[in-house]
C-alpha cells in the first residue's frame, strides 16, 4: 500500500499520542471510562449478548487465518490432503522450515514436497533485517533532526519551506515509482541495499510532520534555559529537545519499520539478485516457482510465517504505543 | 542549517525531481536502453485507445467500491461494538493485526484458505455438501475476492480510526438524547454519524487513496488474471514498464492515475466537508 495509506500524524492534540503520554492525560481517559460503564447500564442484557457475540466473532475471524498458516507450516504436504480440515497440525514436522531456510537438502525437500528449488529464506530475512534497519535509522534520524528545524528552530522562510515539504505527503508512492528506479539505475544501485534504502533513507515527510508537532509542544523555557547556560543549538538538539520527544521517537521508528518490512512493489523492482532479496520478494517467488499442480502449502506457510513473526513480536512489547500513534491520527 | 540537508537531499532528489521527471517522461518513448524520445502527446492519445487501460480503470473502481463500501459499514459498526462493550487494548490489538502484517503474507494465507482443490473453504463446502468455488480462477470472483481480502486486512486500522471518533464526541449529547428518549438506531443516525462526518471524511480519503493502488495482493495471487479481470491500474502500469519496458507510456498512465487520486480526494472533502464539525455549531 502506499504512503497515503498511513496514519496521519495528530494536528491538535500531540500529548496523546504514543504510549507515555503526559500525566495530564490520564485522568481524562478515567472519566471516559467511567462514563462509558454508565453507558453499560442503560444497555439492555439482550443486546449485551449480542454485541459480545459479534465481537468474539471478530476476534475469532481475525485470529483464525493466523492459526491457519502455523497449522499448515508445522504439517506436511501429504496431509494437505489427508486431512484437509483438521485444526490442529498434521503429522508435525519441522520440514517445512528446514526446507525454506535452505536447511534440508534437495531430495528431502522433494519428498516432502517442496519444489526442490533453491529458496533461502534464512538469507531473505537477514537481507531485510539489514535493509529495515538501515531505512529506520537513517529516516528517522534525518526526519527528527528536519522536524526539530522546523518545529524550534526560528529561521527565515521556515514555513514556506515546510510546505514545499508537505507536498511530498500528497504525491501517491506509485508515481515516484519510475522516476526513482530510472534514478537507482543511473547511479549503478540496482540490485544493493544502499538501491533499495536510498529513496526512503534521508527522510520521509510523514516522519517530518508527525515528529514536528510534538517539537512544536515542547515548552519553550526549556530550552530557553539552555540557551542561557551556553548550549549549542546542537547540544541543545540531541541533549534536551530529542530525548523529551523520545516516546514519540521510537513509536514513529517502529511504524516505519514495520511499512518497509512488509513493502513489496520497490524492493521487487530493485532488489532482485540472490543477495538483495528481500523476504516479502522471496515470497512472492517462493510461490510463483511452486509447481501449479501440487503447491507447497506448507512451506509457503513457513516462509509467511517467518516474515510475519517479528511483527507478532512488534506488536505484543508495542502493541499499546502503536494503537496509541494510529487513534491519535484519526482525530483532528 | 545542517539539521535540514539530508532531508532537503532526500525531498529533491526522491520527490520533488521524480515529480517533475515523471511528468516530462510521459511524453516520451522511452525504453530504459536509448534516450527518452520526446512525442509529444502520442502515449496519452494511445492510451485513450488502449481497451486495457480502461478496463484497468473498470476494475479498480470495482476494487474500490467493493472494498471501501464493505470495509467501511464494517469498521463503522465495529467500532461502535469497541466502544459500547470493551475498553480491552488486547482486543484492538488483535483487530489491528492484520494491519500490520505484510499484504504479501496475508494475500499468501488467504490465497491458500480459498485454494479450490485444499483450501479450508472449499473443503468445507465440499464437506457439507455445496460445490466447490474458484475464487481465483473465476472472471466474476477474483476482483471481489481481492476486495474482501484487503477487508480482512484492513478493517482493524479504518476501526480505529473511527473509534478515536467516537471517543471525542462528547458524552453530554448522548445523555441529552436518552433524556429525550431516543433510540439506539434514531441516536446513532441522528448523533453518532453526523458528528462522526468529519472523522470519516478522513478517514474515507486516505483509504480510497491506498486502495486505487492495489497492487501486492493482486501480484502474488492472480497476476492480472483470469483474463484482464485483476489487472488494476496499478498492475498495470508495472506491467508495460517492466515486462514491456514501455517507459513512457507508463508514466503517462501514472500522470493520469495521481490526476484521479487528486480529483477523487478533493471531490470527497468537498461533500464531506471535512473541516468543519457539526459540534461547533
Known amino acids: 500500500m502506499s504512503i497515503l495509506t498511513r496514519p496521519r500524524p495528530p494536528a491538535t492534540d500531540p500529548a496523546s499520542a504514543g504510549d507515555g503520554p503526559p500525566a495530564t492525560t490520564r485522568p481524562r481517559a478515567t472519566v471516559r471510562s467511567r462514563a462509558t460503564d454508565e453507558g453499560f447500564r442503560t444497555t439492555s442484557r439482550r443486546s449485551r449478548i449480542f454485541g459480545w457475540i459479534a465481537l468474539g466473532v471478530v476476534v475469532v475471524g481475525t485470529l483464525f487465518p493466523f492459526w491457519w498458516m502455523i497449522r499448515t507450516a508445522f504439517s506436511t504436504n501429504n496431509a494437505m490432503f489427508s486431512d484437509p480440515l483438521s485444526l490442529l497440525p498434521v503429522e508435525f514436522t519441522l520440514g517445512a522450515f528446514e526446507r525454506v531456510l535452505g536447511i534440508a537438502s534437495t531430495s528431502d525437500a522433494l519428498a516432502e514436497g517442496g519444489s526442490g528449488a533453491d529458496i533461502n529464506f534464512g538469507l531473505y530475512l537477514l537481507n531485510s533485517i539489514i535493509v529495515c534497519v538501515l531505512i529506520t535509522v537513517g529516516q528517522v534520524a534525518f526526519s527528527t533532526a528536519a522536524a526539530y528545524a522546523f518545529g524550534v528552530l526560528r529561521w527565515r522562510g521556515r514555513d514556506t519551506v515546510f510546505a514545499i515539504f508537505l507536498v511530498a505527503l500528497l504525491v501517491p508512492a506509485i508515481f515516484t515509482l519510475l522516476p526513482n528506479f530510472i534514478l537507482v539505475k543511473e547511479l549503478g544501485l540496482l540490485n544493493t541495499f544502499l538501491g533499495i534504502a536510498l529513496p526512503s533513507i534521508f527522510m520521509s515527510p510523514f516522519v517530518v510532520f508527525f515528529l514536528r508537532q510534538f517539537f512544536l509542544g515542547v515548552n519553550r523555557s526549556i530550552l530557553e534555559a539552555a540557551v542561557i547556560d551556553g548550549a549549542g543549538t546542537w547540544r541543545i538538539f540531541y541533549r534536551i529537545a530529542a530525548p523529551l520527544v523520545a516516546p514519540q521517537i521510537v513509536t514513529i521508528a517502529i511504524l516505519q519499520f514495520i511499512f518497509y518490512w512488509n513493502d513489496y512493489l520497490w524492493p521487487l523492482l530493485v532488489g532482485q539478485t540472490e543477495n538483495s532479496t528481500l523476504l516479502t520478494v522471496g515470497l512472492g517467488i517462493f510461490k510463483s516457482q511452486t509447481p501449479q499442480g501440487s503447491p507447497d502449502w506448507a512451506g509457503l506457510m513457513a516462509g509467511a510465517l517467518l516474515a510475519a513473526v517479528p511483527i507478532f513480536i512488534l506488536v505484543v512489547i508495542f502493541g499499546r504505543r502503536i494503537i496509541g500513534s494510529i487513534q491519535s491520527s484519526g482525530v483532528k | ?281
Not at chain 2, 485513450?48 to 459499514?73: C, H, K, M, R
Not at chain 2, 478493517?155 to 449529547?173: E, H, M
Not at chain 2, 472523522?199 to 501486492?216: E, S
Request: overall charge negative; hydrophobic content about 55%.
Open chain 2, 1 to 281: 542549517m545542517l539539521f535540514l540537508i539530508p532531508a532537503l537531499i532526500g525531498f529533491t532528489a526522491f520527490f520533488a525531481w521524480p515529480t517533475v521527471r515523471g511528468v516530462a517522461l510521459s511524453f516520451t518513448e522511452f525504453n530504459l536502453l536509448r534516450p527518452p524520445e520526446w512525442i509529444g502527446l502520442d502515449n496519452y492519445v494511445a492510451i485513450a485507445n488502449d481497451p486495457v487501460f480502461w478496463n484497468s480503470l473498470a476494475v479498480t473502481s470495482e476494487y474500490v467500491l467493493i472494498n471501501i463500501g464493505v470495509q467501511t459499514a464494517a469498521a463503522l459498526v465495529l467500532a461502535v461494538l469497541l466502544q459500547r462493550f470493551t475498553r480491552s487494548m488486547v482486543v484492538r490489538g488483535v483487530v489491528l493485526l492484520p494491519y500490520l502484517i505484510a499484504n504479501v503474507v496475508v494475500a499468501l494465507v488467504w490465497f491458500w484458505l480459498a485454494d479450490y482443490n485444499l483450501g479450508l473453504i472449499n473443503s468445507t463446502l465440499d464437506a457439507v455438501g455445496f460445490d466447490r468455488v474458484g475464487f481465483f480462477g473465476n472472471e466474476a470472483l477474483a476482483m471481489p475476492t481481492i476486495a474482501l481480502i484487503n477487508v480482512w486486512r484492513h478493517l482493524g486500522y479504518t476501526t480505529l480510526l473511527i473509534f478515536a471518533g467516537l471517543q471525542a464526541i462528547p458524552r453530554d449529547v448522548y445523555e441529552a438524547a436518552e433524556v429525550d428518549g431516543a433510540g439506539e438506531a434514531r441516536t446513532f443516525f441522528g448523533i453518532t454519524l453526523p458528528l462522526l462526518r468529519p472523522v470519516l471524511a478522513f478517514v474515507l480519503v486516505i483509504t480510497l487513496v491506498g486502495a486505487f493502488q492495489i497492487f501486492d495482493t493482486i501480484a502474488v495471487t492472480t497476476a492480472g488474471g483470469p483474463v484482464n479481470a485483476t489487472r488494476a491500474i496499478t498492475y498495470y502500469i508495472y506491467e508495460r514498464a517492466f515486462d514491456r519496458f514501455d517507459f513512457g507510456y507508463a508514466s503517462a498512465m501514472s500522470v493520469i492515475l495521481m490526476l484521479i487520486l487528486g480529483a477523487v480526494a478533493l471531490i470527497q472533502l468537498r461533500v464531506l466537508r471535512a473541516n468543519d464539525s457539526d459540534l461547533e455549531r
